[in-house]
């Protein structure tokens, strides 16, 4: 398992599926669209709409486009 990045904070968090582990699948909370209080990812940095990102329960690192901002378009994982 890869160690979490040095810049991750806890305060700077994003609530967005894991494609590593996906440990969201079996939690009513993240399934209902709210913000759960297990299942969140370290937010590291960002560049217009994409998020870069770190899951804090298998260290899987990935860049999400939220969509959201200047040049958002769609939603993908990488």
Not at 47 to 65: F, I, K, T, V, Y
């Amino acid at each position: 398992m890869l160690p979490l990045d040095p810049t991750a904070d806890i305060g700077r968090r994003a609530w967005v599926p894991c494609p590593g582990c996906q440990d969201h699948r079996a939690c009513t909370t993240c399934l209902d669209g709210r913000t759960c209080a297990d299942h969140w990812r370290y937010l590291l940095s960002n560049e217009g709409s994409r998020l870069h990102l770190q899951c804090p329960n298998c260290a899987h690192l990935w860049a999400w486009d939220s969509g959201f901002g200047a040049g958002g378009a769609g939603r993908t994982a990488r």
